[in-house]
């Protein structure tokens, strides 16, 4: 099975770099994504990632190690509009996506 | 190209009524999935649907939720009787075909149970 976790909550001031970090095991592997939702909203895709190694787009930035099960958001030049919750899943079988909890970040002027 | 349309927005039964939720995927997109997303709580997978078929409906509770696909018309995600525990937001989020992790999610309907 698949098992997701990452924090609850974290906080950042405004300008700030924040990095928010994820954990899974699966049973295989077939990339994994991050999501941004803010309250209220739809989640938006943010990055897929399959290979190791960075990836940046923009402000935003995430890391994959797969032989560590481990994964991380970057997101740099924190603005205010960065508050929202921040979805890690991974692909379950039949396509489907297995999210964890998510992270609330909240940004602070 | 207008984007997966949830209806309604917000919905509000009292309990033991049923909820219709419906879901029109992107246009040339004919995978539809269901996920509940409870307060504070992470998405959920309930069901993945294509046309006409239930591919995977492991994430459903076995009473009172159905969903369907139809040829013709949105995805509907179906509750019966409802109790206060349902209330939660539902997600459709619908890909194409051979693309199948390339979601795009709608705006969710809000369900209230009181």
């Known amino acids: 099975g698949q098992n997701i976790d990452q924090p609850t909550e974290m906080t950042a001031t405004e300008g700030a770099i924040v990095q928010i970090n994820c954990t899974y095991q699966?049973?295989?592997?077939?990339?994994l994504f991050w999501y941004q939702q803010h309250a209220g909203e739809a989640p938006t895709f943010l990055s897929y990632?399959?290979?190791?190694g960075l990836e940046e787009k923009g402000r935003f930035s995430s890391f994959l190690s797969r032989s560590k099960g481990y994964s991380y958001l970057l997101l740099k030049e924190l603005q205010m509009k960065d508050s929202a919750s921040y979805l890690c899943?991974?692909?379950?079988?039949?396509?489907?996506?297995?999210f964890g909890t998510g992270t609330r970040l909240q940004v602070f002027p | 190209n207008a984007g997966v349309m949830q209806n309604p927005r917000h919905l509000v039964r009292r309990r033991g009524q049923e909820a219709r939720l419906r879901c029109s995927p992107m246009?040339?997109?004919?995978?539809v999935y269901w996920y509940r997303q409870l307060p504070e709580e992470g998405l959920k997978f309930m069901v993945y649907?294509?046309?006409?078929?239930?591919?995977?409906e492991s994430g459903m509770p076995k009473e009172r939720f159905s969903a369907e696909f139809p040829k013709e018309g949105p995805s509907i995600l179906r509750i019966q009787q409802v109790v206060r525990g349902d209330s939660a937001a539902y997600f459709c989020?619908?890909?194409?075909?051979?693309?199948?992790?390339?979601?795009?999610f709608g705006s969710g309907t809000r369900l209230t149970v009181v």
């Open positions: 989020a619908s890909s194409p075909p051979g693309q199948s992790y390339g979601y795009t």
């Open positions: 699966t049973s295989g592997f077939n990339g």
């Open positions: 990632n399959v290979l190791d």
């Open positions: 899943a991974v692909p379950g079988n039949t396509d489907k996506l297995i």
């Open positions: 246009k040339g997109h004919s995978h």
């Open positions: 649907l294509q046309k006409e078929n239930i591919i995977d």
